[in-house]
């Protein structure tokens, strides 16, 4: 499974965001590849991936991707991360 972490820039929150994604999917017991993404290549990224997870607002500006988004609201918060990823994935 693949999974693209999308943030404006690619830099900061997308790291955060990849670091929190991947402790929800280790408390899941779920393997993947996560990767990061900026907006500007998400979409030719998406392409590639099974699973994306962003921000509400980044989620409204990928438009259709042909791929699940799950969006974050808080990138800190590892329970909402795993009840989201969790009922994506068929964990929860």
């Known amino acids: 499974m693949k999974i693209l972490t999308v943030c404006g820039m690619g830099l900061g929150s997308g790291l955060l965001l990849r670091m929190q994604v991947e402790k929800a999917l280790r408390q899941l017991g779920v393997q993947a590849d996560v990767e990061v993404s900026d907006m500007g290549s998400a979409r030719a990224m998406a392409r590639t991936a099974d699973l994306i997870v962003t921000?509400?607002?980044?989620?409204?500006?990928l438009g259709d991707v042909q791929r699940p988004i799950v969006t974050i609201v808080n990138f800190i918060s590892l329970p909402e991360m795993v009840t989201k990823l969790g009922a994506q994935l068929g964990k929860g």
């Open 55 to 61: 921000s509400p607002e980044l989620a409204q500006q």
